[in-house]
């Protein structure tokens, strides 16, 4: 994924009901949320001079519920560090190589040389060949793209992996030239969108697209369009043409093609996300890139694609989704967005959480909170500390209504905590209330200290119950901690 200069057709709506984004549930920073979820996949891209080796990503990935990586070249090192892991990976091809491709022999060439020598040991399930290929306007490389799709598929059948491997082309949503509502979705006149089509039908390939709402959010920042966009509540918007309701613009983004495909005569070809995600970290004239939307996207996304809820017209199934991207890459060009897509950092740590990690010890070691560790403070004059009440009432694991907040169990070790308070506050929450002259600074002790923040963070990485796990230290309560001026947020 070279560039995501998306061009955005979906615009969407409504008056919505915003979360309260701090950073909450307790950091349970390793309940997985699926156990390797078959539709969950993540990008690898490699432009930085500061990432791990391959051997050191296949095993870090092999801690996570990610089933599936998507490479944006043929790297025989990656290949080889993946063999016998059980990741699946989606094999990329550049732009720059697609003329090339459009002769037979060369393609029989490549999948001698860049796929043959690493299956079956290594699970290879896909080869996209270039990126928005039609977004690039270059007349000569996209006549050249279907016929390279072609030879690389024949050269798979003469080695007889043509079933096993799959070959498809990701697009822009710049692919439609009509997307509002979703049921009036159209290819754009520009494309053989048909041909391409054909060929997908008949060798059983996906269409692979890249939706990203946050530029669609970009382009329009309103407070409608961001809850629409981060899948958070909202009134919904509803396609008279078919009588369904869209509650994220992802679904829409999605039903827009099938229609798109339908209108042309293609029912039976599956779509599969090849990217889409949200920055972490912008320039300050990049709306909406923030730490906390980037856990608000990825973290609803997750749970959605893997859920089997599907789209609105297309219900009950997984969505095959790539998210972009696997590490944040410093020598990405572009505005500060562009190298803060990752979901880990460089060092192997989650740039945030959204329940990838199957358990608590494959989590990364808390970032240490800056100005030292909490030290005991004498009564304010005129009175003394007031501690928060006690909190009773026991855990609760599911509450089906109601608000809900992340507190620390009785008895929690204090080193335990600690870690709990550094990590949460290492994560990008508002830790201010709990420094010296905030509302929630006293009592001035670990415990009370790390409640605050592991709420906090529980409540701003989507309220999941793997949020508030922390090493099992963190418990769910409908009971309001608040104290005093000090107000422990919730939604």
């Keep these: 994924m070279e560039m995501r200069v998306k061009a955005v057709t979906i615009t969407i709506l409504l008056p919505v009901i915003l979360y309260c984004i701090p950073c909450g549930e307790s950091g349970g920073r390793g309940k997985s949320l699926v156990q390797r979820?078959?539709?969950?996949?993540v990008d690898y891209g490699k432009t930085?001079?500061?990432?791990?080796?391959?051997?050191?990503v296949a095993k870090m990935v092999q801690n996570t519920t990610i089933s599936k990586l998507r490479l944006y070249e043929a790297d025989p090192a990656i290949l080889q560090a993946f063999a016998n892991t059980g990741i699946g990976l989606v094999v990329g091809i550049g732009n720059d190589q697609i003329p090339s491709l459009s002769q037979l022999t060369v393609a029989q060439n490549w999948i001698k040389n860049n796929i043959v020598p690493f299956v079956p040991a290594t699970d290879i399930i896909g080869i996209l060949v270039g990126n928005e290929v039609l977004f690039t306007g270059d007349g000569a490389l996209i006549s050249q793209l279907l016929p390279a799709l072609q030879n690389l598929h024949t050269a798979l059948v003469g080695v007889s992996l043509d079933q096993q491997i799959k070959v498809s082309t990701p697009h822009s949503m710049a692919i439609l030239s009509t997307s509002v509502p979703p049921s009036a979705g159209r290819f754009s006149e520009n494309f053989d969108m048909k041909s391409l089509l054909d060929?997908?039908?008949?060798?059983?390939?996906?269409?692979?697209?890249?939706p990203y709402p946050y530029f669609a959010y970009k382009s329009n920042p309103t407070d409608q369009t961001l809850a629409y966009s981060l899948f958070k509540p909202n009134p919904g918007f509803y396609d008279t043409n078919t009588g369904l309701t869209y509650t994220n613009m992802f679904d829409a983004q999605l039903d827009a093609v099938y229609s798109a495909m339908k209108y042309l005569g293609y029912t039976g070809i599956d779509i599969v996300v090849a990217e889409t995600g949200w920055p972490s970290v912008g320039d300050p004239t990049e709306a909406g890139a923030s730490l906390q939307n980037a856990i608000a996207y990825n973290g609803n996304l997750i749970k959605h694609v893997t859920s089997m809820a599907g789209t609105p017209l297309r219900p009950n199934r997984y969505i095959h989704t790539y998210i972009f991207s696997l590490f944040n890459e410093d020598l990405k060009p572009g505005p500060t967005s562009e190298r803060n897509y990752g979901l880990f950092k460089a060092d192997m740590t989650m740039a945030y959480d959204?329940?990838?990690l199957q358990s608590p010890s494959a989590g990364p070691s808390p970032a240490p909170r800056t100005g030292g560790p909490v030290t005991a403070t004498p009564p304010r004059a005129g009175g003394s500390v007031t501690a928060p009440p006690t909190r009773t009432g026991g855990p609760v694991t599911a509450p089906p209504t109601g608000k809900v907040w992340c507190i620390t169990k009785p008895g929690a070790d204090e080193k335990t905590l600690e870690a709990n308070l550094n990590y949460a506050c290492g994560q990008g929450i508002d830790c201010r209330p709990i420094q010296p002259g905030g509302p929630c600074y006293s009592p001035n002790t670990v415990a009370c200290h790390a409640a605050y923040a592991m709420n906090a963070y529980y409540q701003a990485a989507g309220r999941n119950s793997w949020n508030c796990d922390f090493g099992q230290t963190g418990t769910l309560t409908s009971t309001d901690p608040s104290y005093g001026g000090c107000v422990y947020q919730t939604v």
């Design 199 to 210: 060929f997908l039908q008949k060798i059983g390939a996906p269409l692979m697209i890249n």
């Design 37 to 41: 979820s078959p539709a969950l996949g």
């Design 48 to 56: 930085a001079d500061n990432l791990p080796p391959p051997s050191a």
């Design 354 to 356: 959204v329940g990838l």
